[in-house]
């Protein structure tokens, strides 16, 4: 069937079904949903005690681009992501500051918002904070308690007691024994060494929250759990997270969430992998990371995305300064190609190529494959700079289901001999401000600006940022 008048598929349309590598199954599955055409789905959001990193950037891209994909193809998406605003790092990091925990994760919080619309990532429909949901999270452990499932100790904490649920470490495929997965040195009141807390109790003068249990703050893995029961039910149709979520966190998710409901927990587990830097994983813990306001300083929005999707979201990817000059050079091929004049009343009214939109679904329909779907794109792309203006509608659509902003300025240029132009330029507007030329310096500088692009002066010289957020 053609695709016209700018519609986008439906699930009647379309052949192509959907599949996805379930990390529970180990393979890849048929997508179906729990109620007919309609998606629930649930990701793990920041712990906001400090700046996010690009790694976290490479997961909040990647699960922005499955809901404006499951939206493309008709699904009605409704998308979770939390805020876990207490947690202990945040409480060690605002004693350091000489704030509050509530101040700190305030403020991390509206700076993730920012990074999030720098990144063009839309908004979820649900943002629950831990710290609105004690409630339910009280009724979630005092479920498992009845259920014996989960026990209380002299102190106040309380404990899972992962003896008692027989398919512990499905997630992780894990064949080892109970106690050679444990994180954390054995306690004596806990019965088990992998039983992990629900809730754990604190002195009073700490920060903490009076429960039915004792004065003291939730566990990690039960925030999830409890906000997606509130907001989902006992059951979903997808969770996703960064691949080191999967144990303990995850692991415990399914755990404490399929003892207290005995039913199956989430349909489709998806994981993405890691941003590395020479080698190792992007972490705050290895001190090798690059906040995603750092990264934005040098790369627009758009770079850093097309980034991310130029690789399977499965697959590890490198963060490197030629990685990024790449994607860059790569986002301005393709929207150096759209009328970026037409407006969206005019791209509507006109026919979408349909070859190109199948193809298209071919690559995302199996497991979310970004990096193909690009090279669909680039197609695209090609024929419309040989005369084929009538594609580029479909090329801007295509562009916008990724999640491109397509409201930036022009790019003039695309190739990688631009990066040697602006050098130049910009040596020789230093000359100018050393030989006290500042007409011809400013004039250099506004030009950039014009073009898009931003200089900065500072004691160390002269930086290029692209200004196109």
Not at 107 to 131: C, G, I, K, N
Not at 333 to 346: G, P
Request: hydrophobic share 35%; with cysteine; aromatic share 12%.
């Amino acid at each position: 069937m053609h695709l016209a008048n700018g519609h986008i598929l439906n699930m009647t349309e379309s052949s192509t079904k959907i599949r996805f590598f379930n990390t529970l199954s180990k393979k890849l599955e048929d997508f179906q949903t729990i109620k007919s055409n309609e998606v629930s789905l649930y990701t793990c959001g920041p712990t906001v005690y400090d700046s996010s990193h690009i790694g976290h950037a490479r997961s909040v891209i990647v699960w922005d681009c499955l809901v404006r994909y499951l939206r493309f193809r008709g699904f009605n998406v409704k998308w979770a992501r939390n805020i876990t605003d207490i947690d202990d790092k945040i409480i060690n990091r605002s004693k350091d500051l000489g704030i509050s925990p509530e101040l700190l994760a305030r403020q991390q919080t509206y700076d993730f918002w920012r990074d999030m619309q720098s990144l063009h990532v839309t908004w979820p429909d649900y943002e629950p904070r831990a710290t609105e949901n004690l409630i339910e999270m009280y009724q979630f452990i005092q479920g498992l308690i009845d259920r014996k499932h989960a026990y209380r100790t002299e102190n106040g904490d309380v404990y899972f007691d992962v003896k008692s649920f027989k398919d512990y470490g499905q997630l992780k495929n894990l064949a080892s024994s109970c106690e050679s997965l444990a994180r954390v040195d054995h306690q004596d009141v806990k019965k088990n060494e992998c039983d992990f807390a629900l809730w754990k109790a604190c002195p009073q003068d700490d920060y903490g929250y009076e429960s039915p249990f004792s004065y003291g703050r939730p566990g990690w893995h039960l925030e999830c759990s409890a906000m997606i029961k509130r907001y989902f039910g006992e059951t979903i149709d997808i969770h996703g997270g960064g691949e080191d979520l999967v144990f303990p966190h995850h692991e415990n998710e399914i755990a404490q969430s399929e003892c207290l409901h005995n039913k199956k927990f989430v349909n489709y587990w998806l994981h993405n992998a890691m941003i590395m830097v020479n080698g190792s994983k992007m972490s705050k813990s290895e001190g090798n990371y690059v906040t995603i306001s750092e990264s934005l300083k040098k790369y627009c929005g758009n770079t850093i995305r097309f980034f991310v999707l130029s690789a399977h979201y499965r697959q590890p990817v490198n963060y490197t300064e030629e990685a990024l000059n790449a994607a860059q050079n790569g986002f301005h091929r393709l929207f150096n190609s759209i009328n970026k004049d037409a407006s969206e009343q005019e791209i509507q009214n006109k026919d979408l190529n349909q070859e190109a939109i199948d193809k298209f679904n071919f690559y995302m329909s199996e497991d979310l494959n970004t990096a193909c779907a690009l090279s669909v794109l680039f197609e695209l792309s090609k024929q419309i700079n040989k005369g084929e203006t009538h594609l580029e509608p479909t090329l801007r659509k295509l562009m916008q289901v990724l999640g491109f902003d397509l409201n930036v300025q022009k790019e003039s240029f695309s190739e990688n001999s631009v990066e040697s132009l602006f050098d130049f330029l910009i040596e020789i507007r230093n000359n100018a401000r050393e030989q006290k030329n500042y007409a011809l310096s400013d004039r250099i500088r506004d030009e950039f600006e014009k073009a898009g692009y931003k200089l900065k002066d500072s004691p160390t010289g002269t930086t290029l940022a692209a200004n196109c957020q």
